[in-house]
Each structure stands twice: as C-alpha cells, then as structure tokens.
C-alpha cells in the first residue's frame, strides 16, 4: 500500500499514479505469463492506487474547504455528498461527481471496480482460461474480461484519465 506523502499532497497523489504505472507494466511485461492470481492482485493494485489517487484529491479539498467528517471516507461518491451536505462547491469535486455520474467516464469505471471489489463477489472473479472442452467460450470472449487485452487497455486509459484529471485539479489545490 501506497503512503501519502505529508509535506505535499500532490506529490502524494502523483506518487500513486507512478506505482499504478509500474504495475501495470509489471502486469503486461514481466508477469504476463503469471498465474491469474497473481494477474488478478496486480490488476486489483493498479486499480486502487488510481482509485486512492482520486480519494486523496477529494479529501485533500475537503481539507481545503474544512468539510467534517471526509477524513474518513474512502468512496467518491460519499465524498461528493459529503460536500453537498456541507453546501460547499469545490470545481475539483465538480468534475468529480460529473465524472462519476457519466457511466462512460473512466473515472465511473474505476469507481464501480471498487465498489465490485470491496464485496465478497469481487474477491472471488478469476478469469478462466479457453479451452477446447468449452468451444462457445472461444467465441464468445469477452474483451473486457479482468486481464483480456481490452480490460488491459482500458487500465492503461484509466491511468491517463486520472493522471490528467489530478493534474487539472492541483491548479485548485494550489490556489488556496
């Protein structure tokens, strides 16, 4: 697990991108003839080191503004209410909550994989290989399965996403 680093907290959220990075070139380069357990954990890391960079940003704001009680919350969408309950409009939770409002914005994306994995059901997804006893699997293959090449993609897209929304929101950040 990632730490936050404390003098700065955009580093911090910067930090979290890197190491999503890095693991998902772990994932596609040195493990991609891994077992699919140990595809599946570094799939789960890189999804939630972007999905904590997304968390910190929004309590980083909600530090900003003096919301009560964000410490403590680790979904988007909480913080989001959070700040509506609150009557406090921050632009970065703004494109948050558009964000994850939009079911075709990665962000949403990344938020539902959280979600999925924080439940039992999530924990218990492993992707099964083809093979010639079942041919209709051959034909059917999900692209966006966990670990297929476009889930893969789709990671590697999350991770640009994220990269620029946080860079577009440090201006914010910064400002107060």
Do not use: K
Request: net charge negative; aromatic share 6%.
């Amino acid at each position: 697990m990632s730490r936050m680093v404390r003098e700065n907290a955009v580093s911090g959220l910067r930090e979290r991108i890197y190491f999503a990075q890095a693991l998902l070139r772990q994932l596609t380069r040195e493990q991609a003839d891994a077992v699919p357990a140990v595809r599946l954990a570094l799939r789960g890391a890189v999804v939630f080191h972007l999905y904590s960079a997304l968390v910190g940003l929004a309590r980083q704001s909600a530090n900003t503004y003096q919301v009560a009680g964000a410490d403590h919350l680790f979904s988007l969408a909480a913080l989001v209410q959070a700040f509506r309950d609150s009557e406090v409009e921050a632009p970065e939770m703004a494109i948050l909550g558009q964000a994850l409002a939009d079911r075709a914005d990665l962000i949403a994306w990344l938020d539902g994989e959280m979600q999925s994995a924080m439940g039992a059901a999530g924990l218990a997804r492993r992707p099964a290989p083809p093979s010639d006893a079942n041919a209709l699997n051959l034909m059917a293959e999900d692209r966006y399965a966990p670990l297929a090449e476009g889930d893969l993609e789709r990671l590697s897209n999350a991770i640009q996403r994220v990269s620029e929304l946080v860079e577009h929101c440090v201006g914010y950040l910064e400002e107060w």
